[in-house]
Structures are given as C-alpha cells and as structure tokens.
C-alpha cells in the first residue's frame, strides 16, 4: 500500500505565496506520476497540476504563472508552491500519485487552501 500526507495549508491573503508538500511512503518501488487537485465547496473536485516522472509539467490554465509544482524524488515528496493567490483558489487540496507502473490512483487526505481578499 501507498500512503500520501499533505502539508502546508492554512489561511493567506489574496496576493500572499504558500508552499503545499506532499510525502509518499509505503510499498514504492517507483514513483511515476504526482500531483495536486482541488475541490471547492459546491464544486467537483479538479486538476490542477501535475510532474511526471521524467519531469514533465502540466498545470490547469487558471494557475498557470501562478503556480509551480516540483518534486524531489529521492524523498518521494511533490511540492505546490502557489503564488499571486486569489480568493477562487480557495479550496481543499488533494496529492494525487501513480506508483510501481500501476495505473492505480492514490489520494491525500487534503489540505484546506483558504485565500481571504
């Protein structure tokens, strides 16, 4: 089994910067693809960005510019930082992650985001 813990939420103002963290422990041999998604309240749960496991990048259009994902592989850990944030980004966030070549998704806890204006 796969366990992924989220760290870093909390309150900022809009504007402010925050650093999500996301560390992967359990049965992994390799890790393939991590990300973050996103549900405010009322809404579906999204993607937002996502760092394959030879580095490519993919980022939904409304944080583009904004946000950066990244990952240290040796500590199995995938960072979000989040800059310039706005009030709509306020939302709980989720780490999601591939492993082992599995198709298999596996899913954070989540960490509420709030952004006051």
């Known amino acids: 089994q796969v366990q992924l813990v989220e760290s870093g939420g909390g309150l900022v103002q809009s504007g402010g910067s925050m650093r999500l963290s996301c560390v992967a422990s359990?049965?992994?041999?390799?890790?393939?693809?991590m990300g973050w998604f996103r549900q405010a309240p009322g809404n579906k749960r999204e993607f937002v960005a996502e760092?394959?496991?030879?580095?490519?990048?993919n980022y939904i259009a409304s944080v583009k510019g904004r946000f950066t994902i990244s990952k240290d592989s040796a500590k199995k850990t995938v960072y979000l930082q989040m800059d310039a944030l706005k009030p709509e980004d306020t939302a709980v966030y989720y780490c999601?992650?591939?492993?082992?070549?599995?198709?298999?998704?596996?899913w954070g806890q989540g960490t509420q985001v709030t952004v006051s204006s």
């Open positions: 999601n992650g591939q492993f082992n070549s599995r198709l298999r998704d596996y």
């Open positions: 359990g049965r992994i041999d390799s890790v393939d693809t």
């Open positions: 760092i394959t496991k030879s580095g490519n990048t």
